[in-house]
């Protein structure tokens, strides 16, 4: 990642998320942006299909298909890729990522398609209850964001956590499928290497508010907004900053299970 000189990405892609229904539903408040280092963000819109607007499925395998081909694109997605480090010590689980992942998709199988967030939360599909957390428990990177709200904080307007837990399934999916193209920031590693796609966890507020937002809805604004911080960043030769956040070693180590939302610093 040079500082000066040619781009680190070719492509740059923000996604607004939602955890609304199930993964093939048509959501309006799931929105995607691209941008490239010479083109602007535009929204991307579904393939014509059964539904006017994205699923949680067809984003995923969208973003799978994009991770494939072409120059490596940084990608921001608005939802939690990680929990608390109270909720590993309180549910006996090993730090480590990987293995939450796999287990948390084991309790929380959101990902299939007549599945919502509210029926595993219940218990009446998968085993949400043995893996619950509680609201007052943040990550490291929430506090430090400011205004961030906790992803087990559901049932508010605003809640990241119904986004979290029906996105984290689909993460584990883009991870299976593209390991070899793809990293995902910082788990595998603080410095992304040269010529490899990154995934990382984006606030869209950081920037938002100071962008102008047109004709856009909320959802398409986030959206756009993460595309063009990321392009913006990259194009300044500046995004090697955010991925080395100044932490502390025993923050850093925190952060390496719990996540960290880049642009935070």
Avoid: C
Wanted: glycine share 10%; hydrophobic share 35%; proline share 9%.
């Amino acid at each position: 990642m040079n500082r000066a000189g040619a781009p680190a990405f070719g492509r740059y892609i923000g996604i607004d998320y939602s955890g609304a229904k199930t993964p093939t539903s048509g959501l309006p408040g799931l929105r995607v942006y691209k941008a490239a280092p010479d083109t602007p963000p535009a929204e991307v819109r579904p393939p014509p299909g059964r539904t006017r607007h994205w699923t949680r499925r067809g984003v995923a395998e969208w973003l799978a298909a994009r991770l494939a081909e072409g120059a490596p694109a940084l990608v921001g997605i608005d939802h939690g890729f990680s929990f608390p480090l109270q909720y590993f010590e309180h549910h006996r689980l090993p730090r480590n990522w990987p293995a939450f992942l796999d287990d948390f998709h084991l309790h929380w199988p959101t990902d299939g398609d007549r599945t919502t967030v509210d029926l595993v939360r219940s218990g009446t599909l998968g085993r949400g209850p043995e893996r619950l957390g509680d609201r007052a428990w943040k990550r490291l990177t929430e506090r430090r964001a400011g205004g961030a709200k906790s992803v087990f904080h559901f049932d508010v307007q605003g809640s990241v956590a119904k986004s979290t837990h029906a996105g984290l399934p689909w993460l584990l999916h883009i991870r299976r499928r593209r390991s070899d193209r793809v990293h995902i920031w910082p788990f595998d590693g603080w410095t992304p290497p040269a010529r490899r796609s990154v995934i990382a966890e984006v606030y869209p507020s950081l920037w938002s508010r100071g962008l102008p937002r047109a004709r856009r809805t909320p959802d398409q604004h986030d959206a756009r907004s993460v595309a063009h911080w990321l392009r913006q960043t990259d194009l300044e030769g500046r995004i090697a900053e955010y991925f080395a956040p100044a932490l502390s070693e025993s923050d850093r180590a925190l952060a390496a299970i719990e996540g960290w939302i880049l642009g935070v610093r």
